[in-house]
């Protein structure tokens, strides 16, 4: 077996799933007792420095800093907290005292015992990028962060007068416009010398953690220069880029140390000089992840829920969050830091096991993937696409830490994100390097090898994009199958893809000819058969009660898969070598014909988008207007507000006039659909594609309940508008009951009231199918 990445990162996460998840018992056991031997190693030296301790048996868990500024206005010192809640479930809060002789805030942790007073507490000195705060709770400053920092417009570039930290600098200068101070300890102690449980409390910073504090930074500071030599801490500047100049931007931080405190910078150098074994250098990567300046303090009440067997679970939580829970580089007005002790809970977390042969033989090397030597039967591969992650940058947040004096194991990487070389973006760059990646692949692969290639997208372009890389590496896609990834309920909700689609490559050994009209057909039972299966898989798992699998974006990325499967097979289309083809420049602005190709299977996987509550056949006949119609209703009861998605929609179902549909107040991320209370009479009669359907009767039904108009008189209008009532009659009762809860669910204002349809279209539904001929 082979790997490779360019980023030293991801071969390391690589490396660690081979040798510590698909490590032995017996290894395992190994490197337990191996971090277990350095937690006790660790906290012996930060308990020789007495900065833990308040020296009646308490020990702390958390520090909470935030940071601190003085307002232009009144010329006062000013925590910047976002809340003053310090924690939910122990109900304590911040409370600002003011001292007018030094123009400054004591800061008491304070108890808290009614709703009102936590509800009150919610909100902090920072409101709406605000600072605010009344010293005599009368006069209120308000001042704009932005304002504060500095921020103005030199030419197009946003610039601020933060003052750049030096190499040096692990602190504020004095006289820095962001200050960082400490203003709450949680502190914990045993029960009692046997028990393993704790009390815990939050209590005010006090002139002895005030002397602890220093203490620290007085150690940090006459070690600094040593330890970033020997590479304990890092050194290294941080390079601009789309994530790495936040940061320096917000905070003035030019090197990766500054993105971590004094206690932090402590705990890490001491930890990070004690590693002697590659598997706990890997955790100590991740535990980087838990043990920064970006690390917010997070507070949660008592939740009260059911685990998968039905057990009511979920207490009161206080602790720091993780950094990269967006991928990106935030900084926070206000964070936690675990103690040591707690530092090494983080560390000590469970990783599974799915031990693997001792006798496998596993190469783990930093390459970049046009510079294989190797040859393999089987690749897989997840490549980037369209900069959704930008890995080149962000690693180097891991980097900084480890390149120094990496373990053996990893000392023949090239320890550098490599930021130039990485295949990113979507342009002219992205295509070629993938095309030498993947064609590369193909050169060292037997003729009966496969490539697994994972990809997931929503953009036509980029699917264009990747049938031309399929193209120009000789390759093309035998199979196509659709994994849901997303198991979080909260995120399986309206346009988010859920799976991933697992592309099977094989070389391309036959010269197949066609053409554009016969690709057409040949798309379409394709598209046809992929969708039909995956909604058969959908109702099945929906019979059974659960949730079901997919969405329109998943069967719309199904449809894009079928496309390329259909594609890739061809060598020439209309007399065209479609090699040469994919390895021209794409010209920008211009769609090419395999451009239209890719959006014709998209809009042939959503003529074949059945809602539950109809039947296919019944769905069919309604007309292309009605089925638009319905369908963006769902989308909205989803969460779609993109106004792109009805556009698209309109092209899938050919509705030529869709803007009839569309409420006056629709803007591009703000779009919707016309309630019937908006459309009254209009559109009833005449040329527009929704007038004299049983859509538009139903519609104008609504309407008139809503207007407190008798049932028995809006039956009566509904038989006279509706042709064909009594054969449609059954279906008028689904489009009500579909409406019902499709509006039901949307949040009412004073302009926009779909609720009012939704009890509207409940009423009808029953009246229709009560209502005697």
Same mark, same amino acid.
């Given at each position: 077996?082979?790997?490779?990445?360019?980023?030293?990162?991801?071969?390391?996460?690589?490396?660690?799933?081979?040798?510590?998840?698909?490590?032995?018992?017996?290894? +395992?056991?190994?490197?337990?007792?191996?971090?277990?031997? @350095?937690?006790?190693?660790?906290?012996?030296?930060?308990?020789?420095?007495?900065?833990?301790?308040?020296?009646?048996?308490?020990?702390?868990?958390?520090?909470?800093?935030?940071?601190?500024?003085?307002?232009?206005?009144?010329?006062?010192?000013?925590?910047? @907290?976002?809340?003053? #809640?310090?924690?939910?479930?122990?109900?304590?809060?911040?409370?600002?005292?003011?001292?007018?002789?030094?123009?400054?805030?004591?800061?008491?942790?304070?108890?808290?015992?009614?709703?009102?007073?936590?509800?009150?507490?919610?909100?902090?000195?920072?409101?709406?990028?605000?600072?605010?705060?009344?010293?005599?709770?009368?006069?209120?400053?308000?001042?704009?962060?932005?304002?504060?920092?500095?921020?103005?417009? !030199?030419?197009?570039?946003?610039?601020?007068?933060?003052?750049?930290?030096?190499?040096?600098?692990?602190?504020? /200068?004095?006289? !820095?416009?962001?200050?960082?101070?400490?203003?709450?300890?949680?502190?914990?102690?045993?029960?009692?010398?046997?028990?393993?449980?704790?009390?815990?409390?939050?209590?005010?910073?006090?002139?002895?953690?005030?002397?602890?504090?220093?203490?620290?930074?007085?150690?940090?500071?006459?070690?600094?220069?040593?330890?970033?030599?020997? =590479?304990?801490?890092?050194?290294?500047?941080?390079?601009?880029?789309?994530?790495?100049?936040?940061?320096?931007?917000?905070?003035?931080?030019?090197?990766? /140390?500054?993105?971590?405190?004094?206690?932090?910078?402590?705990?890490?150098?001491?930890?990070?000089?004690?590693?002697?074994?590659?598997?706990?250098?890997?955790?100590?990567?991740?535990?980087?992840?838990?043990?920064?300046? $970006?690390?917010?303090?997070?507070?949660?009440?008592?939740?009260?829920?059911?685990?998968?067997?039905?057990?009511? %679970?979920?207490?009161?939580?206080?602790?720091?969050?993780?950094?990269?829970?967006?991928?990106?580089?935030?900084?926070?007005?206000?964070?936690?830091?675990?103690?040591?002790?707690?530092?090494?809970?983080?560390?000590?977390?469970?990783?599974?096991?799915?031990?693997?042969?001792?006798?496998?033989?596993?190469?783990?090397?930093?390459?970049?993937?046009?510079?294989?030597?190797?040859?393999?039967?089987?690749?897989?591969?997840?490549?980037?696409?369209?900069?959704?992650?930008?890995?080149?940058?962000?690693?180097?947040?891991?980097?900084?830490?480890?390149?120094? &004096?990496?373990?053996?194991?990893?000392?023949?990487?090239?320890?550098?994100?490599?930021?130039?070389?990485?295949?990113?973006?979507?342009?002219?760059?992205?295509?070629?390097?993938? #095309?030498?990646?993947?064609?590369?692949?193909?050169?060292?692969?037997?003729? &009966?090898?496969?490539?697994?290639?994972?990809?997931?997208?929503?953009?036509?372009?980029?699917?264009?994009?990747?049938?031309? #890389?399929?193209?120009?590496?000789?390759?093309?896609?035998?199979?196509?199958?659709?994994?849901?990834?997303? *198991?979080?309920?909260?995120?399986?909700?309206?346009?988010?893809?859920?799976?991933?689609?697992?592309?099977?490559?094989?070389?391309?050994?036959?010269?197949?000819?066609?053409? +554009?009209?016969?690709?057409?057909?040949?798309?379409?039972?394709?598209?046809?058969?992929?969708?039909?299966?995956?909604?058969?898989? !959908?109702?099945?798992?929906?019979?059974?009660?659960?949730?079901?699998?997919?969405? !329109?974006?998943?069967?719309?990325?199904?449809?894009?898969?079928?496309?390329?499967?259909?594609?890739?097979?061809?060598?020439?289309?209309?007399?065209?070598?479609?090699?040469?083809?994919?390895?021209?420049?794409?010209?920008? =602005?211009?769609?090419?014909?395999?451009?239209? $190709?890719?959006?014709?299977?998209?809009? *042939?996987?959503?003529?074949?988008?059945?809602?539950?509550?109809?039947?296919?056949?019944?769905?069919?006949?309604?007309?292309?207007?009605?089925?638009?119609?319905?369908?963006?209703?769902?989308?909205?009861?989803?969460?779609?507000?993109?106004?792109?998605?009805?556009?698209?929609?309109?092209?899938?179902?050919?509705?030529? /006039?869709?803007?009839?549909?569309?409420?006056?107040?629709?803007?591009?991320?703000?779009?919707? @659909?016309?309630?019937?209370?908006?459309?009254?009479?209009?559109?009833?009669?005449?040329?527009?594609?929704?007038?004299?359907?049983?859509?538009?009767?139903?519609?104008?039904?609504?309407?008139?309940?809503?207007?407190?108009?008798?049932?028995?008189?809006?039956?009566?209008?509904?038989?006279?508008?509706?042709? &064909?009532?009594?054969?449609?009659?059954?279906?008028?009762?689904?489009?009500?009951?579909?409406?019902?809860?499709? +509006?039901?669910?949307?949040?009412?204002?004073? *302009?926009?009231?779909?609720? %009012?349809?939704?009890?509207?279209?409940? %009423? @009808?539904?029953?009246?229709?199918?009560?209502?005697?001929?």
């Amino acid at each position: 077996p082979y790997a490779s990445d360019l980023n030293p990162i991801a071969c390391m996460l690589t490396w660690g799933g081979l040798n510590i998840v698909g490590a032995s018992p017996e290894k +395992r056991i190994e490197i337990d007792n191996a971090q277990k031997e @350095l937690a006790q190693k660790v906290q012996a030296e930060v308990d020789e420095l007495e900065v833990e301790t308040d020296g009646n048996g308490w020990r702390a868990k958390v520090f909470l800093y935030c940071v601190e500024v003085v307002c232009p206005e009144s010329g006062w010192k000013v925590p910047l @907290l976002p809340t003053l #809640i310090v924690s939910k479930g122990y109900q304590m809060v911040a409370s600002l005292i003011p001292v007018p002789t030094e123009k400054r805030y004591d800061i008491e942790i304070i108890y808290v015992n009614t709703e009102e007073g936590m509800e009150a507490a919610k909100i902090g000195t920072v409101q709406d990028g605000d600072m605010v705060h009344s010293p005599d709770r009368t006069t209120a400053y308000r001042v704009s962060i932005n304002a504060i920092r500095g921020d103005y417009k !030199d030419g197009k570039e946003n610039k601020n007068r933060l003052r750049m930290w030096e190499k040096s600098d692990f602190i504020p /200068h004095s006289d !820095d416009i962001f200050q960082e101070r400490l203003y709450c300890v949680q502190w914990m102690k045993k029960k009692s010398k046997v028990s393993k449980k704790f009390d815990y409390q939050f209590r005010s910073v006090t002139v002895d953690d005030l002397k602890r504090e220093q203490k620290v930074i007085d150690f940090v500071g006459s070690h600094l220069v040593e330890w970033q030599a020997k =590479g304990f801490i890092p050194d290294m500047v941080i390079e601009r880029g789309y994530n790495t100049d936040q940061p320096i931007r917000e905070r003035g931080w030019t090197h990766w /140390h500054h993105l971590w405190g004094s206690r932090q910078l402590l705990y890490l150098a001491t930890i990070n000089k004690n590693i002697h074994n590659p598997e706990i250098y890997l955790s100590f990567a991740s535990l980087l992840d838990y043990t920064s300046k $970006l690390c917010q303090w997070a507070t949660a009440g008592k939740r009260i829920s059911k685990d998968g067997n039905g057990k009511y %679970v979920g207490g009161a939580s206080d602790s720091p969050a993780h950094v990269f829970y967006n991928q990106a580089l935030n900084t926070f007005f206000n964070y936690g830091t675990r103690s040591a002790d707690q530092i090494f809970d983080v560390l000590n977390k469970k990783i599974k096991s799915v031990p693997i042969r001792s006798s496998l033989h596993i190469d783990v090397i930093t390459n970049s993937a046009d510079e294989i030597q190797t040859e393999n039967d089987i690749y897989i591969t997840d490549p980037p696409y369209g900069d959704a992650v930008k890995y080149e940058e962000i690693t180097e947040f891991f980097i900084a830490w480890l390149r120094k &004096n990496p373990p053996a194991e990893f000392a023949h990487w090239t320890w550098d994100s490599r930021r130039s070389l990485a295949i990113k973006g979507e342009d002219e760059g992205f295509r070629q390097g993938m #095309i030498a990646a993947y064609r590369k692949m193909a050169e060292k692969m037997p003729d &009966n090898g496969i490539q697994v290639l994972m990809f997931t997208h929503q953009s036509g372009s980029i699917w264009a994009d990747m049938a031309n #890389i399929i193209w120009a590496s000789g390759l093309q896609v035998t199979a196509a199958w659709y994994v849901v990834t997303e *198991t979080d309920s909260a995120l399986r909700q309206g346009a988010n893809v859920t799976g991933t689609i697992m592309l099977v490559l094989r070389k391309r050994h036959k010269q197949l000819e066609t053409f +554009r009209d016969d690709l057409g057909w040949e798309i379409e039972a394709a598209v046809k058969a992929q969708v039909e299966a995956l909604v058969g898989l !959908d109702q099945t798992i929906r019979s059974q009660g659960s949730e079901g699998l997919y969405n !329109d974006a998943d069967l719309q990325m199904a449809g894009y898969a079928a496309a390329l499967k259909v594609l890739t097979a061809y060598s020439t289309i209309d007399g065209k070598n479609m090699v040469v083809e994919a390895e021209a420049p794409r010209q920008k =602005g211009v769609k090419t014909f395999v451009d239209e $190709l890719i959006n014709f299977a998209v809009l *042939t996987a959503v003529q074949f988008l059945v809602p539950v509550g109809f039947e296919k056949a019944e769905w069919q006949k309604l007309a292309p207007v009605e089925r638009f119609y319905l369908k963006m209703a769902e989308m909205e009861h989803q969460g779609s507000k993109s106004l792109d998605n009805y556009i698209n929609f309109a092209k899938a179902f050919q509705v030529h /006039h869709y803007d009839q549909l569309m409420s006056d107040s629709s803007k591009a991320n703000a779009a919707r @659909l016309k309630l019937s209370s908006e459309f009254k009479a209009s559109l009833m009669s005449g040329d527009a594609e929704l007038s004299r359907t049983p859509l538009r009767a139903l519609l104008y039904a609504l309407y008139e309940l809503s207007k407190e108009t008798e049932t028995d008189d809006v039956l009566l209008h509904l038989m006279d508008n509706c042709a &064909n009532y009594t054969q449609t009659k059954t279906l008028l009762a689904k489009m009500a009951d579909y409406l019902a809860e499709k +509006r039901g669910s949307l949040k009412a204002t004073k *302009t926009f009231q779909p609720d %009012v349809e939704a009890s509207a279209a409940r %009423v @009808l539904a029953e009246a229709i199918r009560n209502q005697r001929l």
